[in-house]
């Protein structure tokens, strides 16, 4: 057996330009330029996932300028949100954006490829196409082996192409968009029985360090709560993926979470895990509000330091119009100023509102610059659904919250905000209804529970002003992170390194004859 000519592993601390000179001198290489590292980041359908994708995207070429190309792949119609999140980064280093084709889904018209587009009662279609590895596969399958990149950062719930990068030779990444606490909760839940079959109630969270805490089984995701064996299926196949592909980025930082963030490694979720969040930091405020939300920003001047409370409820969730209805009396009757973002540009307050509430209150259908809203002076207080992204934003502005989830992961997220990092209070106290993941079974929160919980939190001396330090000296800590030399800095320079190291580990056991 004739033995190929291999080169030796890469071990240098440098490894892109020591070992490109050695193997362009080995190989007499026709172009001794070394190409750029390409890394092809493939995110879920949602704002939610794509921004923060489109961030990291940005982050990697900003960090070695030249030396990393991203490229982020979507189906036609996302390619707008990729290029606004795009929009909002001057000068964007080299983030490219590829595109495959969205399946046809039943259920879905042709064209619907996100929550926003899609109708309430559809966006679970949305979830379940992505899960589906005979529908998303073979488009992300055929981009992959036609770009063949250097890696692939991947979301979760394409676990698949962890196997489809083996197979190149490529490695693979997994992208969290959710926190480390969080994830955690949903791994350690998935290895243990489906909550719903141990016995209902409540669930403590199992096998996460720190303060003990217990969430009832309505307010877990359906992944981990319901015993259907197709999902259970599905979340083995995740964990699975994750504990084989080459290693884990999350969009956290370590001060932020450390506890977990030690246990990815040490416990062997993943080989590698790299931490290099925040993402997304407030824009300069010269951007920060565009044309669209200068209104909010000029309502909030006339508004004196800490005073308003402000309402958003993120990018995919829908609430009903009898919450709606009971939130704007509550807001109303709580006497405190409030700035309100109501997703559905359909939806009107009731009789008579707008002029009893006046100029103590402002309400914002559609969209609102949420990262200049939180970063300005007058904003006191966050009532927030608990979405990673509006939990990191309100960190870094430094905005204790008041917290309302709804869907998926937030109720757990929640837990992470109260009891763990103590920057807030349930809106909602424990024991004063069912909260559900599945809103048919929520009950509806009362106007007055509202009035109450803000009235209280923004009382001075109170429950607001301590979570306020608390999130304050967090925010120092989030700007620390992501500047020269932090701990998310660094750890996204580590990436890159460890990648550019593979590749060349890599091309030092392919046949040389072959290349
Ligand atoms: C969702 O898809 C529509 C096309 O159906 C597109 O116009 C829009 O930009 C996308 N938006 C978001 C926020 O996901």
Request: proline share 8%; net charge neutral; glycine share 8%.
């Amino acid at each position: 057996m004739i033995s190929p000519i291999r080169l030796p592993p890469a071990k240098s601390k440098a490894p892109n330009d020591s070992n490109q000179q050695e193997l362009a001198g080995t190989m007499a290489s026709p172009s001794p330029q070394r190409k750029k590292l390409r890394i092809l980041l493939i995110p879920f359908f949602a704002t939610s996932h794509i921004g923060p994708f489109t961030d990291l995207a940005f982050h990697l070429a900003a960090a070695r300028r030249g030396v990393v190309e991203a490229t982020v792949a979507v189906t036609p119609a996302n390619v707008p949100v990729v290029r606004s999140a795009l929009a909002r980064r001057r000068g964007h280093a080299a983030v490219e954006v590829a595109t495959y084709a969205f399946p046809p889904v039943d259920g879905l018209p042709p064209g619907v490829e996100n929550h926003s587009a899609a109708r309430a009662a559809d966006a679970w279609r949305i979830d379940a196409a992505a899960f589906d590895e005979r529908l998303m596969r073979p488009g992300q399958e055929s981009l992959i082996r036609d770009r063949l990149p250097d890696a692939v950062v991947s979301d979760v719930h394409f676990f698949w192409n962890a196997d489809v990068a083996a197979g190149l030779g490529v490695p693979c990444i997994m992208f969290h968009a959710i926190g480390a606490f969080a994830m955690l909760a949903i791994f350690n839940l998935l290895g243990a029985p489906a909550a719903e079959a141990a016995g209902g109630g409540v669930v403590a969270l199992p096998g996460l360090s720190g303060p003990d805490i217990r969430v009832p089984v309505t307010e877990l995701p359906e992944l981990v709560r319901s015993q259907r064996p197709d999902g259970r299926a599905t979340g083995a196949r995740v964990s699975s993926a994750h504990k084989r592909c080459f290693g884990l980025v999350v969009n956290t930082f370590f001060d932020l979470e450390d506890r977990y963030c030690d246990m990815y490694v040490r416990y062997g979720y993943v080989k590698r895990a790299y931490f290099v969040g925040p993402l997304s930091l407030p824009p300069p405020p010269q951007l920060a509000a565009g044309d669209d939300g200068s209104r909010c920003i000029d309502w909030l001047d006339r508004k004196p330091a800490r005073s308003v409370v402000y309402l958003c409820f993120g990018s995919l969730t829908h609430v009903s119009e009898p919450q709606l209805r009971e939130l704007a009396l509550g807001l109303e009757a709580s006497g405190m100023p409030f700035l309100w973002v109501v997703r559905s540009e359909a939806w009107a307050p009731p009789e008579g509102w707008k002029e009893r509430v006046g100029d103590r209150g402002m309400l914002v259908t559609g969209w609102a610059p949420q990262r200049a809203i939180l970063a300005h002076p007058a904003v006191g207080a966050f009532v927030t659904h608990c979405g990673w992204n509006s939990v990191l934003e309100t960190v870094v502005a430094g905005v204790p919250v008041l917290t309302w989830p709804m869907v998926f992961e937030q109720f757990i997220t929640e837990r992470f905000v109260t009891e763990v990092l103590e920057i807030g209070e349930r809106l909602w106290p424990e024991g004063a209804g069912v909260r559900s993941t599945r809103s048919e079974e929520h009950e509806l929160i009362p106007g007055e529970a509202v009035a109450r919980a803000v009235a209280r939190f923004m009382e001075p001396g109170g429950a607001g002003d301590a979570a306020r330090s608390r999130v304050n000296e967090l925010s120092a800590k989030a700007l620390a992170a992501m500047a020269e030399g932090g701990s998310s800095h660094c750890d996204l320079r580590r990436l890159i390194d460890d990648l550019i190291e593979e590749r060349t580990a890599g091309a030092g056991t392919t046949p040389l004859l072959l290349v």
